[in-house]
């Protein structure tokens, strides 16, 4: 079956760095999306990996690793406005796209 | 503006009477895509279309239906709505094909209540 699994909660200090992990195991794979959500809100599109190895963009980081089935996002220098979700999401062979449940992401003062 | 749009933003309907969801792109996107999100759940799928008249059952297509006769449009029917189709509705668009860094545009979401 189709597995992506991330964790449910986590907490940070504003100004600090945090990574998000996420794990998956999918029918085949043709890249994996990191989304931001705001509660009550759409996601938006933060990054897009399909090699391994690390995407820069700003203060957010993706990287990926294929064989071990295994990606991280990581945040630097935390702001109050980053407090959201953020959804890990896995194109499949078919070009489905698949979800993890996301990661609430709190950002204490 | 390239957006996905969807309406209606809100919606209070009553068990068993039909409605519809609409959803609209404007960036000739070939990829469209229903979700309900739920807590706890996440994003689930309920129905994709690669292409027109090419429509394909998600994880949870229970209950639903859709549609795509034109590349814009892939609207969402529910024919008799049950209270457990209570959830938050997003439709997404996306160009189609493997090694694109092209992300889903999501649209702003139908909140539905079904009493």
């Known amino acids: 079956g189709q597995n992506i699994d991330q964790p449910t909660e986590m907490t940070a200090t504003e100004g600090a760095i945090v990574q998000i992990n996420c794990t998956y195991q999918t029918s085949g794979f043709n890249g994996l999306f990191w989304y931001q959500q705001h509660a009550g809100e759409a996601p938006t599109f933060l990054s897009y990996n399909v090699l391994d190895g690390l995407e820069e963009k700003g203060r957010f980081s993706s990287f990926l690793s294929r064989s071990k089935g295994y990606s991280y996002l990581l945040l630097k220098e935390l702001q109050m406005k980053d407090s959201a979700s953020y959804l890990c999401?896995?194109?499949?062979?078919?070009?489905?796209?698949?979800f993890g449940k996301g990661t609430r992401l709190h950002i204490l003062p | 503006e390239a957006q996905v749009t969807q309406n209606p933003r809100y919606l209070i309907t009553v068990t068993g009477k039909k409605l519809t969801v609409t959803c609209s792109q404007n960036m000739n996107h070939e990829y469209m895509s229903w979700y309900r999100q739920d807590p706890g759940l996440g994003l689930r799928q309920i129905y994709y279309?690669?292409?027109?008249?090419?429509?394909d059952k998600g994880d949870v297509p229970e209950g639903y239906k859709v549609s795509r006769k034109e590349k814009r449009n892939f609207p969402l029917i529910l024919e008799s709505p049950s209270p457990n189709q209570t959830s938050l509705y997003f439709c997404?668009?996306?160009?189609?094909?493997?090694?694109?860094?092209?992300?889903?545009?999501f649209g702003s979401g139908t909140r539905l209540t079904v009493v």
């Open positions: 997404a668009s996306s160009l189609l094909g493997s090694g694109q860094g092209h992300g889903y545009t």
């Open positions: 279309s690669m292409n027109v008249e090419v429509t």
């Open positions: 999401a896995v194109r499949d062979m078919d070009d489905k796209i698949i």
